[in-house]
């Protein structure tokens, strides 16, 4: 089963965001608010792409099931997780003019990059894995934290998001999916190992992600410049 064979590779990674400091201080509520601006900040450029991604997915798969999961996650994307970005920004008080003058992270961007570019190199299935760690590890971190519960109102609010009934339930229908693709006669060996391989790297960025937030990370200081995909549209 792909779900048990990707976990297994991907574990590390997870053990790893289970402990992060970010999270760690997230839960005793005392995680430093420049640091969750930052995620906030970084997050946003993130969910756009994830979002597009889902369309693109969309299109290019050949799959009912696939087809209809992707089209159905970048409808409740909009309505769901953004809304809610939306809610946090403006009690954070993230306007427009500090959205604009954050560059990209480098991390956001390898992010962002790696699930785009299983579509280029790989297939809609490879891109489907890449996806997955998103929903998954969040749900098993919301799972983890929701017993604890943070003194923090907002960060509560943040673990809320996470830990719900719906997200377990779609989290489930995408596993069974793509379960049942990977066991697929269609899918060749080689594919599925892309879809191993793809799985496990973006546990490993959603790992480096609580890094880039925790560090505020830039891109190297003596770079003159920055590159200009990885400034905000
Ligand atoms: C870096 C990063 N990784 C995962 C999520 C969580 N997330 C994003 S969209 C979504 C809905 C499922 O399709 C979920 C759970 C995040 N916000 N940022």
Redesign the pocket.
């Known amino acids: 089963m792909f779900t048990e064979i990707a976990l297994a590779q991907a574990r590390p990674y997870w053990e790893g965001s289970f402990t992060h400091p970010f999270i760690k201080e997230l839960v005793a509520g005392d995680l430093a608010s420049t640091a969750f601006r930052y995620y906030l900040l970084?997050?946003r450029y993130?969910?756009e792409h994830?979002s597009k991604i889902?369309l693109l997915i969309a299109q290019q798969s050949s799959d009912t099931q696939v087809k209809a999961l992707m089209y159905q996650?970048a409808n409740?994307?909009a309505d769901?997780?953004q809304m809610v970005?939306h809610d946090f920004f403006q009690e954070l008080q993230i306007k427009p003019a500090e959205i604009a003058q954050t560059p990209i992270a480098p991390t956001?961007y390898h992010?962002v990059s790696h699930m785009y570019r299983q579509l280029v190199e790989h297939t809609p299935n490879v891109a489907l894995a890449s996806?997955l760690?998103?929903?998954w590890?969040?749900?098993a971190i919301g799972q983890r934290l929701a017993t604890k519960g943070s003194p923090n109102q907002l960060y509560q609010r943040w673990i809320d998001?996470?830990a719900s009934d719906e997200?377990t339930e779609?989290?489930q229908t995408?596993k069974q999916i793509i379960n049942h693709v990977y066991a697929d006669p269609k899918t060749t060996p080689a594919e599925q190992q892309e879809m191993v391989d793809a799985f496990v790297i973006s546990s490993a960025?959603?790992y480096n992600?609580w890094g880039m937030a925790y560090e505020l990370e830039t891109w190297p200081s003596d770079a003159k410049i920055q590159p200009k995909s990885a400034k905000p549209q």
């Open positions: 970084q997050d993130y969910l994830f889902h996650s409740n994307l769901g997780e970005r956001a992010y996806l760690p998103c929903a590890l969040y749900q998001t996470y997200m779609s989290v995408f960025m959603e992600f």
